[in-house]
């Protein structure tokens, strides 16, 4: 058995391979790095493979938390993890595009799903899971609720503000002066995709799009991306997974290569 | 065989004391002192015996100590914005509290400043001067849009040279000797030769220069590249490099090696020196070349005050995006580059602007490939060691995918 471990800033994420890399085990857990979420979701992991512990092979680990992850094998970035659990989906993307707790990325990968070139956010929450964290709690919704609220929007109501601090208050405005919360969180959803176009336009990024990440989660926000990009994004199976999954195919990878 | 040579380590620590004592003693003596922009014409500054300090390079310092914020703050608590370059506020920040635990430096008796770094620099030493109550002398150096600089500007900088002496002999009462000049221009010219002659010993693979040792010389190459004893100090080091090489040493200890050799695209972050290092050099990445220091390579032929003008005018920082992205391309290939790493400086509007595009036409160019961090020459807020690390390790991944594709090491 091969585990791939995600500990990202806001969720832990855990994937399981067999000897016929054929995934087997699968877990989120919403608890980021330094709790103990990446225990919980181990051992959800665990029994839904139905293996212990003494049956891993290898294990890599990525994400935010992959530093001070102490059971690992190894470590690799989570850029190369989502470009490796985007090819094992067997997708034939050109360009990923990952927004996590606090990082988004533009990554643009080659057949063989190695990573040619990225582009990540700067030291800003602007454009990441973050920033629609923050934009639910004002909104006073669940983040899971953004992309139905958002869904029903029936008017444009621009977020133009980079920065998520003044976005806040921008959008504090905005509800004051009587626009919908749908209006406003469609608003919060397109002020992501363009800071997200952004970065895929300066990394050259090309067609065919995936999304990976917890954001891809959100519906309307692909739809957003999709609009914004003028081409069709597509989110990967378990896009909150493709992190775990690419970095269990590496521990695959990496124990098979050791032996030869 | 007489007594044992200096290392280039000892002369460089000497010389920079000796460059700062000099500066206080000439003020303790009544002579005139300048602040000078880091590549300002200092031949004039030298020829002329007047003591310089360099602001840029006492604010690296400044922020290698990290202290700047103190003096951040002062210029920001005083109106001036988070957005401009952390060097200008640090200085500016300098001029009021006057005492850095760094290197104390004495106030200038008027600024030398020429804008062939970035524009930024004639608002700071405007404000200088107008704060200090001293006259500021500016060279103003044409932006060169084209392929070569053009033969006009050539001929108003040389009025405008002309001019900063004649202003220059008002200040200090003493006349400018065309002799000592010439002699100042020689060893000028020698001092950024040796400083070229020894960064470029990192084209050997593996490097026996490490490029953060760069950073830490190119103090001297702005400072003190009239003195014949930065000649010696760059020589020094130019010889022990190639004797390192000829050994077949890399850039650090025996067991160290360099795995990737990458370009670092813009300032140092001064103020991150160690883990900037640290992080690169824990995955074997050595950084072989810049596009920074090459600006102090100034050369031009013996009394050409023609070329000496047109130097000026002619390095990178003064130049346009095509000459950037062809300058890159060669190094990519005479430093046989396996990455690039730009660094986004929040300070440099210069450098940073310009950035995108070069990335894209360089990339488009080389298929070398790069990665971009956040960072700031000396406001310590703006790097993350985690984000920093991120990306330098995602580089790592990328060059070492290209490197077994193409069945190398």
């Not at chain 1, 996590?100 to 800003?124: L, R, Y």
């Not at chain 2, 001067?129 to 002398?137: G, H, Q, R, S, Y």
């Not at chain 2, 790069?370 to 993350?384: A, E």
Request: net charge negative; with cysteine.
């Amino acid at each position: 058995m091969f585990v791939g471990i995600d500990i990202g800033s806001s969720s832990s994420k855990v994937a399981i391979l067999n000897e016929n890399k054929e995934l087997v085990g699968l877990a989120v857990e919403n608890l980021g790095t330094g709790t103990n979420g990446i225990q919980i979701v181990l051992d959800k992991a665990f029994t839904q493979a139905g293996v212990t512990p003494e049956d891993i092979k290898y294990t890599v680990v990525t994400g935010y938390g992959r530093m001070t992850y102490e059971g690992a094998d190894t470590q690799i970035t989570e850029i190369s993890c989502h470009a490796k659990g985007t090819a094992f989906f067997n997708c034939d993307a050109k360009t990923i595009i990952d927004i996590g707790g606090q990082d988004a990325k533009v990554i643009k990968i080659d057949a063989a799903g190695n990573v040619s070139n990225f582009n990540m956010n700067e030291k800003c929450a602007a454009g990441t899971g973050r920033f629609l964290e923050v934009m639910a709690r004002v909104l006073d919704c669940k983040l899971g609720d953004l992309s139905d609220l958002a869904k029903a929007s029936k008017k444009d109501v621009s977020i133009s503000s980079v920065c998520t601090v003044f976005a806040e208050s921008e959008v504090i405005s905005c509800l004051s002066a009587g626009e919908s919360i749908s209006d406003v969180a469609k608003g919060a959803h397109r002020a992501v995709a363009r800071r997200v176009a952004g970065m895929y336009n300066r990394v050259s990024g090309e067609p065919p799009v995936v999304m990976t990440g917890g954001v891809a989660l959100n519906a309307d926000m692909i739809t957003c991306l999709s609009d914004e990009l003028k081409t069709t994004v597509t989110p990967v199976s378990h896009p909150q997974l493709a992190g775990a999954v690419g970095a269990a195919v590496f521990a695959y990878e990496k124990y098979h290569k050791a032996k030869k | 065989m007489g007594e044992e040579r200096k290392s280039s380590k000892q002369l460089l620590a000497e010389l920079q004391a000796k460059h700062y004592a000099d500066a206080q003693q000439a003020k303790a003596e009544g002579k005139p002192v300048a602040w000078s922009a880091s590549i300002a014409m200092q031949e004039i500054l030298e020829a002329m015996d007047i003591a310089v300090v360099y602001p840029e390079n006492h604010a690296a310092a400044i922020g290698a100590r990290k202290e700047s914020m103190e003096f951040i703050n002062n210029a920001e608590g005083r109106g001036y914005s988070t957005d401009i370059c952390s060097y200008a506020r640090v200085n500016i920040g300098y001029s009021d509290i006057k005492h850095a635990e760094a290197q104390d430096i004495p106030l200038p008796d008027f600024v030398f400043c020429c804008d062939n770094l970035c524009n930024t620099v004639l608002k700071w030493y405007e404000n200088l001067a107008k704060d200090l109550n001293i006259p500021m002398v500016l060279v103003n150096t044409p932006f060169v849009y084209d392929d070569e600089v053009p033969e006009r500007s050539v001929k108003y900088m040389r009025k405008e040279f002309d001019h900063v002496i004649r202003q220059l002999e008002e200040i200090t009462g003493k006349k400018m000797d065309p002799k000592r000049l010439e002699e100042v221009m020689e060893t000028s010219n020698e001092a950024a030769k040796w400083w070229k002659a020894a960064y470029s010993t990192a084209v050997k693979n593996p490097s026996p220069l490490s490029g953060f040792d760069m950073f830490n010389y190119m103090a001297a190459a702005v400072t003190m590249r009239g003195k014949k004893e930065t000649v010696e100090l760059f020589r020094t080091w130019h010889d022990e490099l190639k004797e390192r090489g000829e050994a077949g040493m890399g850039p650090w200890k025996p067991g160290e090696d360099e795995k990737y050799r990458v370009l670092w695209d813009g300032i140092a972050c001064w103020t991150n020196l160690s883990t900037t290092f640290k992080t690169l050099k824990k995955y074997g990445v050595n950084v072989v070349c810049s596009t920074y220091p090459d600006i102090w390579n100034l050369r031009y032929g013996s009394n050409d005050l023609d070329g000496l003008v047109k130097a000026y005018a002619e390095h990178y920082a003064n130049r346009s995006i095509k000459f950037s992205v062809d300058k890159m391309s060669a190094l990519a290939e005479e430093f046989q580059l396996d990455g690039i790493l730009y660094h986004s400086n929040r300070s440099c509007k210069l450098m940073d602007f310009r950035q995108y595009e070069i990335q894209r036409q360089v990339e488009a160019r080389t298929g070398i490939p790069y990665v971009s961090f956040d960072g700031d020459q000396t406001d310590p807020r703006i790097f993350s060691d985690a984000q920093y690390e991120t990306r330098i390790q995602a580089l790592v991944e990328v060059m070492e995918n290209k490197k077994n594709a193409k069945g190398g090491k």
